[in-house]
């Protein structure tokens, strides 16, 4: 709750994709979401969307992916950041699928307490992985 007495919350990041089947697919298979929603109606604004993540959308933040055949260029670069128990495990998992790595593994210096890399997803978006010595929540 924010000073003004208003609660607020991450809900989701929106990501414009080139195919939206390839992302499902990286985002649930190699990262282990789950789609929560789909909309597919193309005939109303010509996209689809689906929304994935690691709980109900209504109680976790969830990624909008939008896929979007006729806007193959960016209009924005960003990174989202997800953290994840076993980051070298998960590393050797998304080697093995030939992901891009923006970052290989930096194990934590004096003074940190985070494992962190930099992959990217199938449409070039960087995604941080980072575990903390303490745990996910830590």
Do not use: C
């Amino acid at each position: 709750m924010n000073d003004q007495g208003q609660e607020f919350r991450f809900r989701h990041t929106m990501l414009l994709v080139n195919n939206l089947d390839r992302s499902v697919a990286f985002y649930t298979n190699l990262l282990g979401m789950q789609v929560v929603r789909e909309l597919k109606e193309p005939e109303r604004d010509g996209r689809n969307i689906a929304y994935v993540g690691y709980g109900e959308e209504g109680t976790h933040p969830v990624l909008e992916l939008i896929e979007d055949a006729g806007n193959s260029d960016k209009p924005w670069a960003g990174h989202f950041a997800i953290a994840v128990a076993d980051l070298p495990a998960l590393i050797k998992k998304l080697e093995a699928a030939r992901v891009r790595f923006a970052l290989t593994m930096i194990k934590p210096e004096t003074g940190m307490n985070t494992y962190v890399a930099k992959i990217l997803d199938p449409d070039g978006f960087e995604i941080e992985l980072t575990q903390r010595k303490g745990g996910i929540y830590s």
